[in-house]
């Protein structure tokens, strides 16, 4: 946390201005300072070390570290080969990687969209519809966030599975037809993981929400009931311009979420069948683990980290923007 | 950060040569070494292959109670992921897993991440215990380039091949009588047969293609009965102008094509989302009349299916030969960075050499080594046996074809996946195939 830069923001105008006018009584001299009123102090920068150390050694060095990897011809045991950007070529040019990006896309959509549309919906049943035992509800649908990937992606699997629990449900609804083994189906592969995607993270905008939704004054809720607004028109004019914060929360952790997935993925499909559920992270772990390419393993982690700062940014500038400031 | 702004690889000593083994090579008077530990990972985490190995293990610790060994499986398809990372850290396990080729094998020896065994070859007499074509899938150049020649790196337990599981149960009341089928066009018309005998959502064949390798398992064995056996061995060891764009190649696969949309694999893609030992499972559960895959599996058959259970090699095409998929098994490799080679080097002849065969057989496995004798007590175990070694009478082991480039598993498990969706012609899995096959041609031509 840094102090605000520019004066007078929050902080109550420091009283000991100097005096200049003459017959006032002289104030003792204050110290003399190198800095505008309200400018931190340069002592600061000492509490900000060891954080700062931290997240040089373990984050933004190895960032740098891949970013000049990503340079390289490298099988990763022996002497690597500076190639220029010929990665960086590879990852615009390569189809497979280009269509491991289209279904980070799709997953967002799954894994960010759908969760806050949902989330929305019950937050505001919840909120309103005097519910008994909200927090048991809360406590429930937010357990998918607790639960580790891998152990999600297995139960899936098996509910996914050709004669797992979906199928037999579908079988005894006279659904027999569309039964399939789910995550082995070409078009139906990457829905269904993306589906597991909006169950785990339906939760945690739910429970952002719910917060949310409480510190919204009762009395604009009394406001627009007087002035003859319907439960519809309500949502649009104070719920959600009231959640713009936390929209902008959980549409960026879930869209982070949605594009660095690898262990659901890499447990349920291993990005097959063919490709249909390669991802970008999937890519970086095989090149670089498996088919010896680490420099290229290096360009696609790059692109993809540029790619999450870029929606992150995006998505902070776009919902959290208050209009009347 | 260290090597940051160096070249990546540079600061590692440039060929971990330590690994030469003393001129003399001790293979006894372990027990003067005092407690010694030796860690150990398998790449074959089920079946067969983990309770022979447990087994072995335990003997070893036995023989020498001051030796403790920390033995730890992996299963097959994460370990070719791992295996090259684990080698080169600072504390490798001191004998692990490789896999032939050029994805695992010819890294870890390029790399110096592993010990040459010539000595102990020596020593040992593993020379006599093998046969050429065995040694010969652990043979690298010194630089890690050529591969089927040179220096000897590894050894493995078992004979692997591909075959044909048969549950006789189902066989019979289709009456289908597996004594009748002599050649591929009988087993494929026995196909036919079976399709309409089994239930519309039952499939003939028992596949599991999740891990993407089981098609291409299966896929061998059409494949031997239009390609010579000693052409796919020629293109995986890149042989100048081998070539994957034949027309035998091309038939094998139309065929499988065919009989996917005839229903035998299962309807749609379903086999997509269960992994090869998944499948045997439910083989061994009454699922479908034939599994075609890795004699690996054949314990988890036999605890299935009990007396029901028969392996037998996929019958010949007109070359009158058996051809499949079959190799020696993963093999064992001693890190270079081993604290006690001659123990390691040791406790790999255990497993590996005439000491190891009560345990292979037991297990329905068949010893790689061929003084490694030793009676299989069960029908099935005696026929997995039998499919072995008509395959190497006959020379029909082609190998496996991942072998052939780092990233050949890949390239092929993903066409093979997408071929048997509809959505890629055989021949585009051929032009695919061949072209990353040449792609690291040049790449080793270059050097």
């Known amino acids: 946390m840094t102090a605000p830069s520019s004066p007078g923001v929050g902080a109550p105008v420091p009283a000991a201005r100097p005096a200049r006018a003459a017959g006032v009584v002289e104030l003792p001299p204050l110290r003399v300072r190198d800095r505008a009123p309200g400018e931190p102090r340069r002592v600061a920068y000492l509490y900000l070390a060891p954080a700062f150390l931290f997240y040089g050694l373990f984050a933004f060095g190895p960032l740098v570290y891949t970013t000049w990897l990503s340079f390289f011809d490298w099988d990763g045991l022996t002497v690597g080969e500076w190639t220029g950007l010929d990665n960086y070529r590879k990852v615009l040019s390569d189809p497979d990687i280009r269509a491991s990006f289209v279904h980070s896309f799709e997953l967002i959509v799954f894994y960010a969209l759908l969760p806050v549309l949902i989330g929305l919906l019950l937050a505001s049943l919840l909120a309103h519809g005097r519910v008994r035992g909200v927090t048991f509800f809360r406590a429930v649908l937010f357990l998918p966030q607790t639960v580790a990937t891998v152990v999600v992606a297995i139960a899936w699997v098996w509910i996914y599975a050709p004669d797992g629990p979906l199928n037999a449900g579908l079988d005894a609804i006279g659904l027999g037809g569309i039964t399939r083994g789910w995550i082995g189906d070409f078009d139906f592969a990457l829905p269904a993981l993306g589906l597991v995607g909006t169950w785990v993270t339906f939760g945690l905008c739910l429970v952002l929400f719910l917060a949310g939704m409480q510190k919204i004054p009762t009395t604009l809720y009394e406001a627009a009931r007087v002035d003859g607004a319907g439960r519809v028109r309500e949502f649009f004019a104070v719920t959600l311009p009231g959640l713009r914060s936390e929209l902008a929360v959980a549409l960026t952790l879930a869209t982070i979420t949605a594009l660095r997935t690898f262990d659901l993925i890499y447990v349920s499909t291993a990005g097959g069948p063919g490709t249909a559920t390669t991802v970008p992270s999937v890519l970086v772990y095989q090149n670089a683990f498996a088919n010896g390419r680490v420099g290229l393993a290096a360009a696609v982690a790059v692109v993809l980290t540029v790619l999450i700062f870029a929606l992150a940014f995006a998505i902070t500038r776009l919902v959290d923007r208050d209009p009347s400031r | ?447």
């Open chain 2, 1 to 447: 950060m260290a090597g940051c702004g160096g070249t990546p690889g540079e600061d590692r000593p440039a060929a971990q040569q330590a690994g030469t083994p003393a001129e003399q090579v001790e293979t006894d008077g372990f027990e003067s070494l005092g407690p010694v530990t030796l860690s150990v990972i398998s790449g074959e985490g089920s079946g067969g292959p983990r309770d022979a190995l447990k087994r072995l293990t335990d003997e070893f610790e036995a023989k020498y109670p001051n030796v403790t060994v920390k033995l730890s499986f992996r299963d097959t398809a994460s370990w070719f992921k791992q295996a090259k990372l684990v080698a080169a850290s600072d504390k490798p396990p001191d004998v692990f897993a490789g896999n032939q080729g050029y994805q695992v094998d010819g890294e870890l020896v390029k790399a110096g991440l592993v010990l040459p065994l010539d000595e102990y070859a020596k020593a040992y007499g593993w020379e006599d215990s093998y046969t050429p074509e065995t040694l010969q899938q652990f043979m690298w150049s010194d630089d890690g380039s050529t591969f089927g020649e040179g220096t000897l790196w590894g050894v493995a337990q078992s004979g692997q091949s591909t075959g044909v599981f048969a549950n006789m149960a189902k066989l019979r009341d289709a009456g289908v009588d597996p004594a009748t089928l002599e050649t591929f066009d009988d087993f494929d018309a026995a196909l036919a047969k079976l399709r309409d005998a089994l239930p519309a959502d039952e499939p003939v064949i028992a596949l599991g293609n999740k891990d993407q390798y089981g098609a291409i398992h299966l896929w061998g064995m059409i494949q031997g009965a239009y390609t010579p056996a000693q052409d796919m061995r020629d293109w995986i060891f890149h042989a100048d102008g081998a070539t994957f764009d034949n027309p035998g190649d091309l038939t094998a696969l139309e065929k499988l094509v065919e009989w996917a949309e005839k229903g035998y694999m299962g309807q749609g893609d379903a086999f997509n989302s269960r992994n090869d030992a998944e499948a045997a499972a439910a083989f061994g559960g009454g699922e479908g009349a034939f599994m075609l895959g890795g004699n690996w599996n054949a314990s988890i058959a036999k605890d299935g299916l009990g007396k029901d259970a028969a392996f037998f090699n996929m019958p010949p095409g007109e070359s009158g030969k058996a051809v499949a998929i079959g190799s020696a098994s993963l093999p064992m490799h001693i890190s270079a960075k081993a604290e006690e080679p001659d123990l390691a080097a040791a406790y790999l002849d255990h497993i590996t050499g005439p000491s190891a065969a009560e345990a292979l057989v037991a297990t329905q496995q068949v010893p790689a080594a061929t003084d490694a004798t030793a009676e299989p007590g069960d029908p099935l175990g005696r026929q997995v046996m039998q499919g072995w070694q008509q395959l190497v009478e006959d020379g029909g082991l082609t190998l496996f074809p991942d072998w052939s480039s780092p990233t050949m598993l890949q390239t092929m498990g993903q066409t093979f996946q997408e071929m048997l969706g509809g959505r890629l012609a055989p021949e585009e899995v051929i032009s695919r195939t061949q072209a990353d096959w040449e792609e690291y041609h040049a790449e080793l031509a270059e050097g």
